[in-house]
């Protein structure tokens, strides 16, 4: 029985060993620089404004896709009416349509970014 003992004794020592300890309290940044510099750092300011920027270059792109390459198809199948023109009653359909194009594009852009990245690792 004392074996035991001393067997639950020295787990309770490991596991004591192995508890995270509690980090201690940061001291805040002294001076505004250091206070933006923790800023953009603990809230990752710059990979947000960056992510901003790129995604609206993506859409002027996938725009530009839309309107330049993919959307010409579609007045070939209605020669001599613009597709942005259509309209049924009060209804810009083909704007409307247009812009449902756009947004599956993007969305399936973005699909394959975050697929890609997770094959990568990233998350």
Not at 29 to 46: C, H, N, Q, T
């Given at each position: 029985?004392?074996?035991?003992?001393?067997?639950?004794?020295?787990?309770?020592?490991?596991?004591?060993?192995?508890?995270?300890?509690?980090?201690?309290?940061?001291?805040?940044?002294?001076?505004?620089?250091?206070?933006?510099?923790?800023?953009?750092?603990?809230?990752?300011?710059?990979?947000?404004?960056?992510?901003?920027?790129?995604?609206?270059?993506?859409?002027?792109?996938?725009?530009?896709?839309?309107?330049?390459?993919?959307?010409?198809?579609a007045?070939?199948?209605?020669?001599?009416?613009k597709?942005?023109?259509?309209e049924?009653?009060?209804?810009?359909?083909?704007?409307?349509?247009?812009?449902?194009?756009?947004?599956?594009?993007?969305?399936?852009?973005?699909?394959l970014?975050?697929?890609?990245?997770?094959?990568?690792?990233?998350?």
């Amino acid at each position: 029985m004392a074996k035991n003992e001393e067997i639950l004794e020295e787990l309770r020592q490991i596991r004591k060993l192995l508890e995270p300890k509690p980090t201690p309290p940061s001291t805040p940044p002294k001076g505004l620089w250091a206070e933006f510099m923790d800023f953009i750092s603990k809230y990752r300011v710059l990979g947000i404004a960056v992510a901003f920027i790129l995604g609206i270059y993506l859409g002027a792109l996938v725009q530009a896709l839309v309107n330049d390459l993919i959307m010409p198809i579609a007045e070939f199948a209605t020669p001599g009416v613009k597709w942005e023109t259509i309209e049924i009653g009060p209804f810009r359909v083909g704007h409307f349509i247009g812009t449902v194009i756009t947004f599956l594009i993007v969305a399936f852009v973005i699909f394959l970014i975050v697929k890609m990245a997770r094959k990568w690792g990233i998350e």
